[in-house]
């Protein structure tokens, strides 16, 4: 069965860097984008970022822009997020999640792991 | 950006009851729309992709319409573990997520 399993979470100091994981089994990782999502403490759902199939598109949110970087190894049936000068505004569960296309359009998120907690405080 | 504003904010409802929450987009997204579920301290649940289509695995008492800016889920007769957060998300040229629906048992 799928399975999207996130890792590298923890807690970090403001201004410094952190680097997530996830995992992926029991579908064909590179036939998919893939995302990362974050819920802030007792907040809603938002959207990070997403790479396609190939790693030749990605995207992010403003709020990350410049700070974060999403990647893949679809040898590896792994995504990553590199985050970088990390502001306690950042500190939420982060899910990684597979991509829809549908009829080649972005569309809705499938799968999602169990999520990891990034704690960003001095 | 396109803006996703869910009503209510949140409802208390009983075990049996029909229950409809709205999600309205700030611009045109034609059927581009999914609902999630999520209970506390799990991650979301896909129930409704393209406007009207039912994940597989979700129970028929879920239902999605709705296309351009108003969308509507529905519970047909509330379940007890149906008692949960809902969101709705568009993905037009990257995801957003309503703010979310509370349901709680009267």
């Known amino acids: 069965q799928v399975q999207l399993v996130e890792s590298g979470g923890g807690l970090v100091k403001p201004g410094g860097s952190l680097r997530l994981s996830c995992a992926a089994s029991g579908f064909t990782f590179s036939d998919y984008y893939m995302s990362w999502i974050r819920q802030a403490p007792g907040k809603g759902l938002e959207w990070v970022s997403y790479?396609?199939?190939?790693?030749?598109?990605?995207n992010y949110a403003d709020s990350v822009k410049g700070r974060f970087t999403i990647s893949r190894d679809n040898a590896k049936n792994s995504l990553y997020l590199q985050m970088n000068s990390l502001r306690a505004e950042d500190t939420a569960v982060y899910y990684c999640?597979?991509?829809?296309?549908?009829?080649?359009?972005?569309?809705?998120?499938?799968?999602w792991g169990q999520g990891t907690l990034v704690t960003v405080s001095s | 950006d396109i803006q996703m504003t869910q009503s209510p904010s949140s409802v208390s409802a009983s075990v049996g009851d029909r229950v409809t929450i709205t999600c309205r987009a700030s611009q045109g997204i034609s059927s581009w729309l999914a609902w999630y579920q999520q209970k506390p301290g799990k991650a979301p649940k896909l129930l409704i992709y393209a406007a009207s289509s039912l994940q597989s695995g979700v129970p028929s008492r879920f239902s999605g319409s709705g296309s351009g800016t108003d969308f509507t889920l529905t519970i047909s007769s509330l379940q007890p573990e149906d008692f949960a957060t809902y969101y709705c998300?568009?993905?037009?040229?990257?995801?957003?997520f309503g703010q979310g629906t509370r349901l709680e048992i009267k």
């Open positions: 998300q568009q993905a037009n040229s990257f995801p957003t």
């Open positions: 790479i396609s199939s190939s790693s030749s598109y990605t």
């Open positions: 999640a597979n991509l829809l296309l549908w009829f080649g359009e972005l569309s809705h998120f499938d799968y």
